[in-house]
């Protein structure tokens, strides 16, 4: 069965370092793979999206994600992280088949420290 | 243009209640999904509409969840009689419906936190 693993439920960083978040799949078949945000008190915002096109996708506020088919990985990265990315962050996939329901990772919640 | 929106953003109700969850999809929307995020674990599908139409309900939990969407514009996910292990918090997606999933993106509302005392 398909399925998405996210690694580290809490990730803390500093304000201006790396963020790296991991997501791993499952699959059989070609995915297509998404990076949600929850910021408190709202819904999941679309991050950025992978759909067999480049293999590197650049998002909203700074984020980029690397599909590594190889690896079966899709980890979300920004450069340099600020106070305002404090938030929860979900990866999840879908594929060209059925209802095109998304299969979540269990969430990554960062927090960024001054 | 208005994102998908849920009603109520709680609600806190005894064992053996009826809930109904609302959820209003951005207009123009065909497709509607729930989805059900249990404390601490992932975000679990629970069923798909096409228009008023069930397309997948696989990830309903047991009959005492029902769904239904009046007219293919808001549905309702009433749960009767509630248990303790229904508590969690409730999403409803919903996207254009053409394309795939390559361009047709599902848009997330705010969701409703369920507790079952």
């Known amino acids: 069965a398909q399925s998405v693993t996210q690694l580290g439920s809490h990730v803390s960083v500093s304000e201006g370092a790396l963020v790296l978040l991991r997501c791993n799949y499952s699959?059989?078949?070609?995915?297509?793979l998404f990076w949600y945000v929850q910021y408190p008190n709202q819904g999941l915002q679309l991050l950025l999206k992978?759909?067999?096109?480049?293999?590197l996708v650049k998002g909203i506020n700074g984020f980029e994600a690397e599909f590594k088919k190889s690896e079966t990985s899709f980890h979300l990265t920004k450069p340099s992280a600020h106070m305002s990315d404090a938030a929860e962050y979900f990866c999840?996939?879908?594929?060209?088949?059925?209802?095109?329901?998304?299969?979540f990772g269990t969430g990554t919640r960062l927090k960024v420290l001054a | 243009e208005a994102g998908v929106t849920q009603f109520p953003s709680h609600s806190v109700i005894e064992k053996g209640q009826t809930v109904t969850l609302r959820c209003d999809p951005i207009?123009?929307?065909?497709?509607l999904y729930w989805y059900r995020r249990v404390m601490g674990k992932e975000i679990k599908f629970l069923l798909h509409?096409?228009?008023?139409?069930?397309?997948?309900e696989s990830g309903m939990p047991n009959n005492r969840f029902l769904a239904e969407r009046t007219g293919g514009t808001y549905s309702t996910l009433k749960v009767q009689p509630a248990e303790l292990e229904d508590s969690g918090v409730y999403f409803c997606?919903?996207?254009?419906?053409?394309?795939?999933?390559?361009?047709?993106?599902?848009?997330f509302g705010p969701g409703t936190r369920l507790t079952v005392l």
């Open positions: 997606a919903s996207s254009q419906g053409s394309g795939g999933p390559s361009t047709d993106t599902q848009y």
């Open positions: 699959s059989s078949v070609p995915p297509y």
């Open positions: 992978y759909t067999s096109a480049a293999t």
């Open positions: 999840a996939v879908t594929y060209l088949s059925g209802t095109y329901k998304y299969i």
């Open positions: 207009s123009g929307h065909d497709n």
């Open positions: 509409f096409v228009k008023e139409s069930k397309q997948d």
